[in-house]
């Protein structure tokens, strides 16, 4: 019975190294270079870029294409930052800011992940907008 679980974990983990990290690799690394190519350029538009990036797929490889961006100790980087660290705050802080708003057509539940969602989102910690699709009511 155990055979299962162990021969399954092979299957899929060679499956994962060889057939499905190389394309994302390549994508990863694409997305790094062209980040890299824009250094020097509007600090404006490449925070508004990068802070895309970063509420794009909470957690995903898009988002942390953006955690390793260029940096460099100007005040661009500052700009830069700002603008993903406002996007990355900005996905958890509407969904407290909407159950605040609009309690009855949250139930319990999500009214209590409310408050989790509000603390991440002040702390900078995207993850805080994923929760389970909603029940069909």
Not at 71 to 100: K, N, Q, W
Not at 119 to 133: C, H
Request: charged letters at 15%.
């Amino acid at each position: 019975m155990l055979i299962l679980p162990f021969v399954s974990t092979i299957l899929v983990g060679l499956l994962m190294i060889y057939v499905i990290a190389p394309p994302v690799q390549a994508l990863n690394h694409a997305m790094n270079y062209w980040l890299l190519s824009m250094r020097g350029t509007n600090a404006v538009l490449l925070g508004l870029i990068l802070g895309s990036m970063m509420a794009f797929d909470t957690g995903g490889p898009v988002n942390k294409a953006h955690t390793r961006s260029p940096s460099d100790c100007s005040r661009a980087r500052f700009i830069r930052d700002g603008c993903g660290m406002a996007a990355g705050m900005t996905p958890p802080l509407g969904l407290a800011l909407a159950v605040l708003l609009f309690k009855n057509r949250f139930d319990t539940e999500e009214r209590e992940a409310a408050g989790a969602a509000a603390v991440l989102g002040l702390s900078f910690i995207t993850e805080g907008a994923i929760r389970l699709p909603p029940k069909t009511r």
